[in-house]
Each structure stands twice: as C-alpha cells, then as structure tokens.
C-alpha cells in the first residue's frame, strides 16, 4: 500500500477517517481521501462477486464509472445522456501529499459533470458532514426501505409525480448494500440514528392519536346534530298535538253555542205570543 491513494467513498467520514489514520499512521506516503459520491445507490455487497467476475475481478475492486442512459430526441434521434451529470461529489483531503494524483482521481466526477464541494473548515468537513449530510442519507434510506412494500406502495395505472417520487425512493434503498445502511446507523454522530428512529415512532403515534381525536370528535358531533334533530323533532310534534287539542275545543264550543241558539229564539216567540194574548183580553 505504500505510495497509494487509499480513497473511503462511504455516507459517512468521520468514522472511516479515524481508522484509515490509525491504520497508515506509520506510513506517510500513503495518501487518504474521503469521499461521498452521492451518485445514486452503490451495488449490494452480496452482488459485488458478479461485478468482480464480470470486470475480470480487478484484484477484488469494484470499478465506479459513469454510466448513461439512452432515449429518444425530440427529433426522433436517439440520445445518451450522463446520469452522474449535476449529482453531488464530496470529498475531503484528510492526509494528501501528491496533490496531482489526488486531482486526477478527482477529474474523474469533473469530468462527468458532477457538482465537486470540498469539505474542510467546517464546510462538509468530517464532523459537519457526517451531522448532516450522513443524517439525510441515512433518513433517505430509512423512508425508502419503510416504503419497500407492495401493500404500501401499490402500482397503479396511473400515478402522481410524488407517488413516482416515493416509488424511486422505495426502490433505491431496497436495491442499496444493507451493510452501508448498517454502517450509517452504527456510527452516526451522537446516536443521531437512533434519535431519528424513535423520533418517526413518535410522530406515527402522533398521528395515529389525531386520526382517532378527529375520529372521535367527528362522531361525537355527529351524535349531537342527531340528538339535537330528535329534540327538535319532538318539540315540533308536542307544538303540533296542542295546536291540534286546541282547534278541536274550538269546534266544540261553536256547536253548543249553535244548538242552543234556536232553543232561545222559540222561547223568545212564545213569550211574545203570551204577552199579546194578554193584552188582547184587556181590551175586551
């Protein structure tokens, strides 16, 4: 390994800085460069045999290299484009002394258009790196591999720009190494992994608690509008039954008055007669 360029393409760099240090602390010539490609995912370790054995093995190193995907033009032509094209290179010279070797090796993402940021002072350098940078990549993973499931992520004919989103996202870390998500879990900065993981299981049950709250409230209201309709509906039948209890004393009232009018006005004649027979037989 003497005079070589030992270069740590892992999600995080704090960790693999301290033991790439550690083990070539006794040979200066050996240069250490950290880098996080975030090119996409990286082949699983279970596949990397077959890499190897399709590149001629490489002495047990997987060849990184731009790949390109076809499609058609506007016109009709075909075109290739480069998928690494505007993805982001991160790197950091933790212990560089061929400078122009170090700067080819990096020429590499240059010249595949890759956006190069050097970390160091405190812009993604090792410690910041791994506290943001390593954090989303690792939270990326964890969404994607929570959402690798056919019931969750249903295919359907027709799908929105999100859903596609999320589908890209599922397949991604389901078809990334298990071992570097391991990896971005065992030596994130402060547990932050752990953090984050039993931070989505409080906000889940969070969220489970509002749907039953809304759940419940929505009920609740609904059996108050039925209560207050049934209360409603009763004061309009008692209304209804003395309106109608009130028409019929009415009724009654005008028959009784009806029936004994006559009954007066025969008396009335009698009484009249009497009084003019009587006079009648004064006069004689």
């Known amino acids: 390994m003497s005079g070589k360029l030992v270069v740590d393409i892992g999600p995080l760099n704090d960790h693999p800085k301290t033991i790439l240090l550690n083990a070539f602390a006794n040979d200066p010539t050996i240069d250490v460069l950290l880098t996080n490609p975030l090119l996409g995912m990286l082949p699983k370790e279970e596949n990397k045999t077959k890499m190897q054995n399709k590149n001629g093995n490489n002495g047990g190193v997987t060849v990184m290299a731009p790949s390109y995907s076809s499609g058609g033009g506007s016109d009709g032509t075909s075109s290739s484009s480069n998928i690494w094209e505007g993805r982001q290179m991160i790197y950091e010279r933790s212990r560089v002394a061929n400078i122009q070797r170090c700067d080819k090796y990096l020429k590499i993402f240059e010249n595949a258009r890759c956006e190069i940021i050097e970390g160091g002072g405190g812009i993604a350098d090792s410690d910041t790196h791994d506290i943001t940078i390593g954090d989303a990549e690792f939270m990326t993973h964890m969404i994607g591999r929570l959402l690798d499931d056919r019931e969750l992520l249903t295919p359907t004919p027709i799908m929105s720009k999100e859903y596609k989103e999320l589908n890209k996202i599922s397949q991604l870390a389901s078809n990334g190494s298990f071992d570097r998500f391991y990896g971005m879990y065992k030596y994130s900065k402060n547990d932050s992994a752990k953090k984050r993981i039993k931070k989505l299981r409080d906000n889940l049950a969070s969220l489970e608690c509002e749907l ?55 008396a009335t004649k009698k009484k009249t007669a009497t009084t003019t027979e009587k006079i009648d037989d004064d006069k004689e």
Do not use: C, F, H, W
């Open 212 to 266: 039953a709250a809304r759940g419940a409230y929505l009920s609740a209201k609904q059996e108050m509008i039925k209560g207050d309709r049934q209360k409603l509906l009763a004061e309009t039948r008692m209304l209804l039954q003395e309106l109608a209890k009130s028409d019929s004393s009415s009724d009654n009232d005008d028959t009784v008055n009806t029936s004994a009018a006559p009954a007066n006005t025969a």
